[in-house]
Every structure is written in structure tokens, then in C-alpha cells.
């Protein structure tokens, strides 16, 4: 329940006792409770402005008040020396438990990038170390997820058989997490220090204050209006910015006493009183009516919230009231706001339905990650693709979901980690077990090229030929080999299997070949091709042209250059009529010579690949990586090219592998 002297604080979870009128007993709950560290003081003896004050109204004769009151006061108050009246002031701007759970739920949903992010939007502020509360939070959630991705590549490379000792690893964001954090103890040292000289100067402030109000009720000069001039001074001193707090007691205390020294001068002023009086209770029942409103707020906690600064103004702006309303308007607030703290158990109970909805959540991705990582059927390259795709989606799920009861927290994430360590371990054994398949068909590779430049030379045509022939269909039969060395086993093989055959063409068609006569052909084509613009037609032409060059056969050893020059000519043909040379159709093409072109394609689509990656990659450096970012447009602009260059490579090499290239 809540009493009117001491306020609970808001969660209304601390008991309520009431304070002693014994003022050596009430000295330091008086006095810290009537300053609530933001320059705002309150008194039970303050008066409120009222419109008779307004309208030019002021005090008592000076002379006469404080020559009738004549009281002698020390510079230096003692405790002793307070008002008995009960001080309880709330600060309306102190964080509740509730806002500080909320504001961790949040951040925990948060990504590394976003915390970072929000991270360096701090450390850029002027004033960013008022906010070191907040960056303390994410800078520890940021590390809490370096952690975890630390240890995640840590079992990745356990489970492939390293050793310990030998895990060596640089997380990609520890630079930009070191180089915020730096900067921002800059910034917070900063901010202390010119803390530091403010609460100093507001020291000298308030002492003045102080020396002002003294002066107010001993050298009152005749026909001052003191009511203007207490409330200027009460304006002051509430507006005066905060204080160091070794300084703030001994200050405090000096106010007060020089205030009340202040209001014995004002006792015998009994019209002044009845209008603070009235103004005060005016303003209580504003604050009453406020309240009553609060009772049927949707959202608790901006009840609870609102309510702590109703009764902050309670203490600072409705002190006092005539005796006869005093109990009476106090006991209908304290009632409502019995009413409304017990509300809290709606925002308790809303609470822990959302926790169990998050609970739900996270069990079903656990559930999900436990049959990803074992499978029912035999699993294969393609199946692990897509289940490590899927794991960092399920992950990233995992992390955005809130807080969950606290009493199986624990046991919810040790279940999570236990489950990715289950499907790492699985993924690593299955690539572990596909390499030493690989290493077999590079075996069985490595023996087909060997027999393959053995017989090279051999001029046996009826053993050889078919040899080869079955050699290339074995080939085709022998699954992947290690990545590294797929175009090298290939090239070995194909060099070795175009020797043989080359030699077998130039021995059984020597007499039907005219090299001579393949150069002059060529050699017009060549000039053809260098005549061709970039008119309509041309690419036909050209595409003619090549086909015509494919279909002519050697030409003298002497005369080799003519191709060098004629595909050097083509691609400047090409680049002229804004084509690709993989966009040609070319005709009478060997399956080997399409193979090469095949294989070509597919390299240059892997480098294009991996260029629109990198691209992609740099814009999430930029805090607004968007298309309306000037300093982006040309960088999206690229990547749009190329990304239609790699769709219509994907389609040549799909005409290609489906026989519509020729």
C-alpha cells in the first residue's frame, strides 16, 4: 500500500514506511528525498503562485517581518535545523526493471552488425557518454556473439581432426568492435570531465541561490514584492543543473533552512497561505483526475511509468493544502494508486505468456535443427548445402526470439548449442568421409591419364583408337575429385587424348590436307572480319565468319600467327557490336572443342560470381547501403551488369550442355 510521505518506488515491490517527524531522525530521508538529483527541490512549507500574487499582490512589509522574526542563521545549516516535514520524491527519470529487462530483450534479438551499428551511432554522439549505460549493453552482447562465432569455427576445425593448439582465428568484426570501443572511453572520459566542470559551476549557482535567499528575508528592502521574488528563486534553484554529490547534503541542507527561515517571516501572512492553499489543491485534483485516467490504460507500464511522475508532482508542485482537505485528497490518490500498482500482475502475467510464447518458438527450431542434423535417408553434397543454408537461417531466428522463463533459460540454450555442435559434427563427417572419396577417384584419375600418354604416340590404330575411346567413356564414369585439382587431372587427360588423336588425323588424312590452301582461306576470312562494323547484320557476319573458321583445317607451322591475329580481330568485332564471344552460335564444333567451350564459360561464370559477391559484401560497410546512396550508384550499377552478364552466360552454357548451341 502506498503512504504519503515516503513513495514506493515503481514497481511498488519495496515496503513503505513512514518517516519520522523526529527531525535528527528525518535528516537524511528529508533531505535526499526532496532533491531528486535533476535540480528539483520540494518542501511541505513551499508556496504556489495563485493568480492574487499575479495580479501584483506581495508580501508582508519587510521591515516589520524581519524585525519581528528576527532569527540568527549560520551559513552552515545543521541537520537538526531541517523541516519536519516528510520529503518523498520519485525521479521521474530513473529506469524501472521492467524498462531494463525490456531494453536487454531487445538487444539480445539484435545481430552482431546491427549492435555494431548502434554501437558507432553512440560513439559518434557529442554527448556519448550519457549513454554508457546503454553502449555497456551492447558491447557486451557484441562480445557475447564474437564469442559464440569464435567458438563455432573452433568446433568446425576440431571436428576435422586439427589440434587445439593449432586453432588460430580473427574474427572479421573484432577490428570495428576494438576501434568503437576505443572510441567511445575517449568520448566517456570527455563527457566526465566537462561533467565535472558544470556540476562545479552549478555549484557556485546554487551558493549563490542561497546567498539571494539569505538576503530575501534579512536585508528585504521596503516595497519588494516577495512573492515574485521567492518564486524566482525557487525557479532558480529547481532549474540549477545537478551538484557533485560529496557537495549535495551540506548544500541541501542550507536551502531548506534558509527557506524555512524564509516562511516563519511569511507566518503571520495568512492571505498568502490560504491562496497557496487553494492553488496547491487545485493542483492535486488535477493530478487526482490524471490518475483516474491511468486506471483504465492499455499499457501497464505506461501506467506505472506515469504514475511515479504524478507523484513527483504530488511532492513538488501540491504541498501544502488546508488540513481539512490534506488526508482526504491524499487517501483518493493513494487509493487509485493502490489500484493501478496492482496491475502489475496483468503485466506480469502478459509477460510470461510472451516468454512461453518464445519458449515454443525456440524448442520447435531446436526440434528442426535435431532432425536437420539426422537425416532419415543417406545424405548428400547438395543435401548438406542446403541444411548449412537453412542452420544459419534457424540460428538467426533463434536469436531475434526474446527472453524465455528464466527458470529453463538456461537449459533452452545449452539445448541450442548442443544441437548445432550435433549437426557440425555430422556436416564435418560426411565431408570427411566425401574427401577420401575424392582421393579415390583422383587414384582412379591419375592411372587413366597415365595409360592415356603411354599410348599417345602409338600408332597400333586398331588397339589404340578404341582404347582411347574407352579410356573417355571410364573417365565419365569416375565421380568428383578434390576441387583443387580438377582442372589440372583434366587438362593432363584432355592434352594426352588430343595427341593422340591430332597424330592420328595428320597420319590418315595427309593426303586429303591442303595447309596452303587452309591459310588463303583463312586469310580472307581475316580480312572479311576486319572490314565488319557495327551496322545491322554485323553479328551474323561475324558468326558466319567464325563458323567458317572452325570448319577450315590447319595451316603451316610458319603461318600460325593468323589465329592469334584473327581472335585478337574478333574480340575487338565483338566488343565493338557489344556482344560476348560465348553469345556466338557456332557450328561444326567437336564435343571436345564444345567441352572446352563449356568449361570455359563455367570458370568465367564462377569469377563473375565471385566478384557480385564482393560487391555485395562492401555495401554492408556502409551505414545506408542504398540505391538512393550517391556514393553507391555507380557501385549498383555494376553489380547489375554483371549480373545480367551472368545470366546470359548461364544461358549459353545451358544451349551448350543441351545441344541448342549449334
Request: hydrophobic share 30%; net charge negative; proline share 3%.
Given at each position: 500500500m502506498i503512504t504519503e510521505d515516503p513513495i514506493s518506488d515503481q514497481n511498488g515491490e519495496k515496503p513503505l514506511e513512514k518517516v519520522s517527524h523526529n527531525p535528527a531522525e528525518?535528516?537524511?530521508?528529508?533531505?535526499?528525498?526532496?532533491?531528486?538529483?535533476?535540480?528539483?527541490?520540494?518542501?511541505?512549507?513551499?508556496?504556489?503562485?495563485?493568480?492574487?500574487?499575479?495580479?501584483?499582490?506581495?508580501?508582508?512589509?519587510?521591515?516589520?517581518?524581519?524585525?519581528?522574526?528576527?532569527?540568527?542563521?549560520?551559513?552552515?545549516?545543521?541537520?537538526?535545523?531541517?523541516?519536519?516535514?516528510?520529503?518523498a520524491v520519485i525521479d521521474q527519470h530513473e529506469d524501472t526493471p521492467e524498462h531494463e529487462d525490456d531494453a536487454s530483450d531487445k538487444i539480445a534479438t539484435l545481430t552482431l552488425p546491427e549492435l555494431l551499428n548502434e554501437m558507432e551511432d553512440i560513439s559518434r554522439k557529442d554527448d556519448a557518454g550519457s549513454f554508457q549505460k546503454r553502449f555497456s549493453q551492447l558491447k557486451e552482447q557484441a562480445t557475447k556473439l564474437i564469442h559464440a562465432d569464435t567458438e563455432e569455427q573452433k568446433?568446425?576445425?576440431?571436428?576435422?581432426?586439427?589440434?587445439?593448439?593449432?586453432?588460430?582465428?580473427?574474427?572479421?568484426?573484432?577490428?570495428?568492435?576494438?576501434?568503437?570501443?576505443?572510441?567511445?572511453?575517449?568520448?566517456?572520459?570527455?563527457?566526465t570531465k566537462k561533467q565535472e566542470e558544470i556540476q562545479q559551476k552549478n555549484l557556485e549557482e546554487r551558493q549563490n541561490i542561497i546567498e539571494r535567499l539569505k538576503n530575501l528575508y534579512t536585508n528585504t528592502e521596503a516595497g519588494t514584492n516577495l512573492f515574485k521574488a521567492i518564486r524566482e528563486i525557487k525557479e532558480a534553484w529547481k532549474n540549477a543543473g545537478q551538484v557533485a554529490k560529496s557537495e549535495f547534503k551540506l548544500l541541501n541542507n542550507n536551502y531548506f533552512h534558509h527557506l524555512n527561515q524564509f516562511y516563519q517571516m511569511l507566518d503571520m501572512n495568512k492571505e498568502y497561505m490560504e491562496q497557496e492553499y487553494a492553488h496547491n489543491?487545485?493542483?492535486?485534483?488535477?493530478?487526482?483526475?490524471?490518475?483516474?485516467?491511468?486506471?483504465?490504460?492499455?499499457?501497464?507500464?505506461?501506467?506505472?511509468?506515469?504514475?511515479?511522475?504524478?507523484?513527483?508532482?504530488?511532492?513538488?508542485?501540491?504541498?501544502?493544502?488546508?488540513?481539512?482537505?490534506?488526508?482526504?485528497?491524499?487517501?483518493?490518490?493513494?487509493?487509485?494508486?493502490?489500484?493501478?500498482?496492482?496491475?502489475?500482475?496483468?503485466?506480469?502475467?502478459?509477460?510470461?505468456?510472451?516468454?512461453?510464447?518464445?519458449?515454443?518458438?525456440?524448442?520447435?527450431?531446436?526440434?528442426?535443427?535435431?532432425?536437420?542434423?539426422?537425416?532419415?535417408?543417406?545424405?548428400?553434397?547438395?543435401?548438406?548445402?542446403?541444411?548449412?543454408?537453412?542452420?544459419?537461417?534457424?540460428?538467426?531466428?533463434?536469436?531475434?526470439?526474446?527472453?524465455?522463463?528464466?527458470?529453463?533459460?538456461?537449459?533452452?540454450?545449452?539445448?541450442?548449442?548442443?544441437?548445432?555442435?550435433?549437426?557440425?559434427?555430422?556436416?564435418?563427417?560426411?565431408?570427411?568421409?566425401?574427401?577420401?572419396?575424392?582421393?579415390?577417384?583422383?587414384?582412379?584419375?591419375?592411372?587413366?591419364?597415365?595409360?592415356?600418354?603411354?599410348?599417345?604416340?602409338?600408332?597400333?590404330?586398331?588397339?589404340?583408337?578404341?582404347?582411347?575411346?574407352?579410356?573417355?567413356?571410364?573417365?565419365?564414369?569416375?565421380?568428383?575429385?578434390?576441387?583443387?585439382?580438377?582442372?589440372?587431372?583434366?587438362?593432363?587427360?584432355?592434352?594426352?587424348?588430343?595427341?593422340?588423336?591430332?597424330?592420328?588425323?595428320?597420319?590418315?588424312?595427309?593426303?586429303?590436307?591442303?595447309?596452303?590452301?587452309?591459310?588463303?582461306?583463312?586469310?580472307?576470312?581475316?580480312?572479311?572480319?576486319?572490314?565488319?562494323?557495327?551496322?545491322?547484320?554485323?553479328v551474323e557476319r561475324i558468326e558466319q565468319i567464325k563458323n567458317n573458321w572452325n570448319s577450315i583445317g590447319k595451316v603451316p607451322r610458319e603461318k600460325l600467327s593468323i589465329n592469334t591475329e584473327f581472335n585478337k580481330t574478333l574480340r575487338e568485332k565483338l566488343k565493338l557490336n557489344k556482344i560476348h564471344e560465348y553469345d556466338l552460335k557456332e557450328?561444326?564444333?567437336?564435343?571436345?572443342?564444345?567441352?572446352?567451350?563449356?568449361?570455359?564459360?563455367?570458370?568465367?561464370?564462377?569469377?563473375?560470381?565471385?566478384e557480385i559477391v564482393k560487391m555485395e559484401n562492401n555495401l554492408g560497410f556502409f551505414t545506408n547501403p542504398t540505391r538512393e546512396n550517391p556514393l553507391l550508384k555507380e557501385t549498383y550499377e555494376k553489380i547489375d551488369e554483371k549480373k545480367a552478364q551472368l545470366e546470359s552466360m548461364r544461358q549459353s552454357l545451358h544451349n551448350i550442355l543441351v545441344g541448342e548451341n549449334q
Open positions: 528525518n535528516t537524511q530521508s528529508s533531505a535526499e528525498a526532496a532533491f531528486d538529483g535533476q535540480g528539483a527541490y520540494t518542501t511541505g512549507n513551499e508556496p504556489t503562485e495563485t493568480d492574487a500574487q499575479d495580479n501584483g499582490n506581495t508580501g508582508p512589509d519587510t521591515s516589520e517581518s524581519t524585525e519581528s522574526n528576527s532569527v540568527e542563521v549560520n551559513d552552515t545549516a545543521t541537520e537538526e535545523q531541517l523541516p519536519t516535514e516528510d520529503f568446433s568446425k576445425f576440431l571436428a576435422e581432426g586439427n589440434a587445439a593448439e593449432d586453432f588460430s582465428y580473427q574474427h572479421p568484426e573484432q577490428a570495428r568492435f576494438s576501434t568503437t570501443s576505443n572510441l567511445f572511453r575517449e568520448k566517456n572520459e570527455a563527457y489543491l487545485e493542483k492535486r485534483q488535477h493530478i487526482i483526475e490524471r490518475a483516474k485516467e491511468l486506471e483504465t490504460e492499455p499499457a501497464v507500464q505506461k501506467a506505472l511509468n506515469e504514475l511515479q511522475y504524478l507523484h513527483k508532482l504530488w511532492k513538488e508542485e501540491a504541498e501544502p493544502v488546508a488540513e481539512e482537505f490534506r488526508e482526504k485528497t491524499w487517501e483518493e490518490f493513494k487509493e487509485i494508486s493502490n489500484r493501478i500498482h496492482d496491475r502489475k500482475a496483468e503485466l506480469s502475467a502478459q509477460i510470461d505468456v510472451e516468454q512461453q510464447e518464445n519458449l515454443e518458438k525456440k524448442n520447435k527450431i531446436i526440434e528442426e535443427i535435431k532432425k536437420i542434423a539426422a537425416p532419415e535417408k543417406e545424405a548428400n553434397h547438395s543435401y548438406w548445402q542446403n541444411a548449412i543454408r537453412r542452420i544459419e537461417e534457424l540460428r538467426s531466428d533463434f536469436l531475434k526470439i526474446g527472453s524465455v522463463p528464466r527458470r529453463v533459460s538456461n537449459q533452452n540454450w545449452n539445448d541450442f548449442k548442443l544441437h548445432l555442435k550435433n549437426f557440425n559434427t555430422a556436416k564435418n563427417e560426411f565431408y570427411k568421409s566425401l574427401k577420401n572419396s575424392q582421393q579415390a577417384n583422383l587414384e582412379q584419375k591419375l592411372k587413366l591419364i597415365q595409360t592415356a600418354k603411354d599410348n599417345s604416340t602409338s600408332e597400333d590404330w586398331d588397339v589404340t583408337v578404341p582404347l582411347f575411346k574407352k579410356l573417355q567413356e571410364d573417365w565419365k564414369k569416375v565421380g568428383h575429385v578434390p576441387k583443387n585439382m580438377t582442372n589440372r587431372v583434366w587438362d593432363e587427360f584432355r592434352d594426352a587424348c588430343n595427341t593422340f588423336f591430332n597424330n592420328y588425323r595428320e597420319k590418315n588424312n595427309t593426303s586429303g590436307d591442303n595447309w596452303k590452301e587452309n591459310y588463303k582461306q583463312k586469310k580472307a576470312l581475316l580480312d572479311e572480319l576486319k572490314e565488319i562494323t557495327n551496322e545491322e547484320g554485323s557450328e561444326g564444333l567437336s564435343e571436345n572443342q564444345l567441352t572446352d567451350k563449356a568449361r570455359k564459360i563455367k570458370n568465367q561464370i564462377a569469377d563473375i560470381e565471385a
